[in-house]
């Protein structure tokens, strides 16, 4: 039996270039990437194609990466889906909130490709282990 390290990755960015910048850093890892830019069409594209991941900024119009580890914390189809944070907010009150909200990794802005990846296979590692 071998251990795949790549998956499905869901990245919800409201910013562009930072979008871009994430799924080619994913991608040339050889993840498959699906991309939100909100966090309303994070729940419905996470429900749907049901990814190994997702990473979500936080500060984003309508509904906040906060609320939205909330809600697919909630729904029974999302509830074990692991949850990076990736966000400009860098206090440690923003990193407990998070662990609080059901994020399983804090990773503030600026990252490397490096820390972006680490942050990645410790969720889908640590959410395909079955024994």
């Known amino acids: 039996m071998s251990l795949t ?46 990814p190994d991941a997702i990473v979500t900024d936080v500060v984003m119009p309508g509904m906040s990466g906060f609320e939205l580890c909330r809600s697919l914390k909630k729904n029974p189809t999302t509830q074990k889906v692991p949850i990076v944070i990736c966000s400009s907010k860098n206090l440690e009150i923003d990193r407990l909130w998070a662990m609080k909200q059901g994020a399983d990794v804090y990773l503030t802005k600026p990252y490397t490709r490096e820390q972006l ?14 024994f």
């Open 117 to 130: 990846l680490r942050a990645i296979k410790s969720v889908v590692i640590k959410n395909n282990e079955y």
């Open 5 to 50: 390290l790549v998956g499905t990755i869901l990245i919800v960015e409201d910013s562009p270039s930072e979008l871009e910048l994430m799924s080619h850093y994913l991608r040339e890892s050889g993840y498959n990437v699906i991309k939100a830019s909100g966090a309303k069409e994070a729940l419905e594209q996470a429900i749907l194609q049901q």
